[in-house]
C-alpha cells in the first residue's frame, strides 16, 4: 500500500509540472483577412503543432486557434506552419521550403508525411512507403520508390537534378531541402529561395556526471545503510522528435556490503545501465524533469524506475542537477510490484 501511495503521489505531482510547463516563444499568427497578430506561440512537438496554434497576445490573453480559424503562423525567424486541407480536412502544414517548388511536412498518427506543389499545379503527397512483406513465404523488408517518379515530372525542366532525384532512398526533410533548393537554383535566377525549416541536429548526446546516495529494501543479506551512488549518465535528444523528449541511459555504480552467515562482510560492486524516457523542460532558470523506465543491473536483472528533478542554469553549458529515483522490482515486465530503493542524486548537466 505504502508503494502505491508513493507512486501515485509521485505520478500526480508529475502530471501537474507537465501541464504547468507552457513554452511560449515569439511568434505571430496570420489571419484570414490577412492582419498580423504579433505575441509567443506555444512550442509543442510536431504532432500537436500540425492541429492547433495556442497564441499568447501582448496583453497576456491566450487563444487557440484551429487549422480553419487563420491562415498561418510562425515562430521569431523559426518555423512556419501553413494551413492547408488534406484528405478532407483542415490542417496546419510546416512550410519546409518557398520557391518554385514548394515542401511542406506534417506529422500525423499514422506517421511522417512531405507534400509539395508549384506553380500550375496541385499540392501532393509525395508518396513513400516502407515494411515487411512475404515474397515465396520469406519476410522481405521493401522500400518504395513512387517518390522517384513524382519528383521528376515535377522537376522535369532541370535535367541536372534528376540524377539527385534518383539517389533519394526516402523522402526526409534534409534531402527534399536540398533537392528544392537546388532545382530553384537551375530554373529561377531572378529572386532566392526560402528555407524555413529550423536546422537541428538529428540526435545531440548530453553527458551527465552524478553522485549520491541509494538505499535498498528487501535485498537479502544486504546491510541496511545508505550506500554512495555514483555515475556518467547520458541524455540522448533528438529535436526532430520533439525537443523537450530524451533517451536516459549510462551507468551508474554502488558498492553494497552483504552480511553472510558465517563469512566476512562481502562487499560487492553493482552496476546498473538505465533505459529510459526522459522529459526536460526547455526554458528558465529552473528547468523540471523527470524520467520512467527500465534499468539493468549487469549479469543480474532487470527493475523499473520513476525519476524526478530539475536542472538548475549556471551558464548556457553547465547545468546544476538534483534527482530522486524511486525503483521497484516489476511485474508483467513493467507494472511496479515490490519496492526496491530509493536514491537522491546532485550532478553536473552539460550542454555542449
Known amino acids: 500500500m505504502k508503494l502505491k501511495v508513493i507512486l501515485f503521489s509521485c505520478f500526480i505531482l508529475s502530471f501537474g509540472i507537465l501541464k504547468a510547463q507552457n513554452d511560449f516563444r515569439p511568434g505571430y499568427i496570420i489571419e484570414h483577412s490577412g492582419d498580423t497578430l504579433f ?3 506555444d512550442y509543442r512537438g510536431d504532432l500537436h503543432m500540425s492541429n492547433a496554434c495556442k497564441f499568447k497576445s501582448s496583453d ?3 487563444q487557440e486557434y484551429s487549422p480553419k480559424e487563420i491562415r498561418a503562423y510562425r515562430f521569431d525567424e523559426g518555423k512556419f506552419y501553413v494551413s492547408r486541407e488534406v484528405d478532407n480536412k483542415m490542417v496546419f502544414l510546416e512550410y519546409l521550403i518557398k520557391g518554385t517548388v514548394n515542401v511542406y511536412y506534417l506529422r500525423d498518427n499514422s506517421g511522417d508525411h512531405y507534400f509539395l506543389d508549384k506553380k500550375g499545379q496541385p499540392m501532393v503527397e509525395i508518396p513513400y512507403e516502407e515494411g515487411i512483406k512475404y515474397v515465396d513465404e520469406r519476410k522481405v523488408y521493401y522500400e518504395s520508390k513512387n517518390h ?3 519528383l521528376k515530372y515535377y522537376m522535369q525542366d532541370a535535367p541536372g537534378v534528376q540524377s539527385q532525384i534518383q539517389s533519394i532512398r526516402k523522402p526526409e526533410h534534409k534531402n527534399l531541402i536540398k533537392l528544392a533548393e537546388n532545382y530553384h537554383k537551375a530554373v529561377c535566377e531572378d529572386e532566392e529561395c526560402i528555407v524555413y525549416e529550423k536546422n537541428a541536429p538529428m540526435f545531440k548526446i548530453i553527458p ?3 553522485g549520491g546516495v541509494i538505499n535498498y529494501t528487501g535485498v537479502e543479506d544486504l546491510v541496511d545503510k545508505n550506500y554512495t551512488h555514483v555515475g556518467l549518465i547520458a541524455h540522448i535528444w533528438m529535436p526532430r522528435l520533439n525537443e523537450k523528449i530524451y533517451f536516459r541511459t549510462g551507468v551508474l555504480r554502488s558498492e553494497l556490503v552483504f552480511d553472510v552467515f558465517y563469512y566476512d562482510d562481502i562487499i560487492e560492486n553493482y552496476y546498473k545501465i538505465p533505459f529510459q524516457l526522459e522529459y526536460i523542460f526547455p526554458k528558465g532558470i529552473i528547468r523540471p524533469r523527470m524520467a520512467y523506465g527500465m534499468n539493468y543491473y549487469v549479469r543480474k536483472y532487470f527493475t523499473v524506475s520513476f525519476n524526478l528533478g530539475a536542472n538548475v542554469k ?3 553549458t553547465f547545468f546544476l542537477s538534483a534527482t530522486t529515483d524511486i525503483e ?4 508483467l515486465f513493467i507494472i511496479p510490484n515490490k519496492f526496491l530503493s530509493y536514491s537522491l542524486k546532485m ?3 552539460i550542454n555542449l
Request: no cysteine.
Open 208 to 210: 551527465e556526471i552524478v
Open 148 to 150: 522517384i517518379g513524382l
Open 314 to 316: 549556471i551558464t548556457d
Open 60 to 62: 497576456k490573453t491566450v
Open 39 to 41: 505575441g509567443q506561440i
Open 328 to 331: 521497484y522490482r516489476p511485474s
Open 347 to 349: 550532478g553536473l548537466f
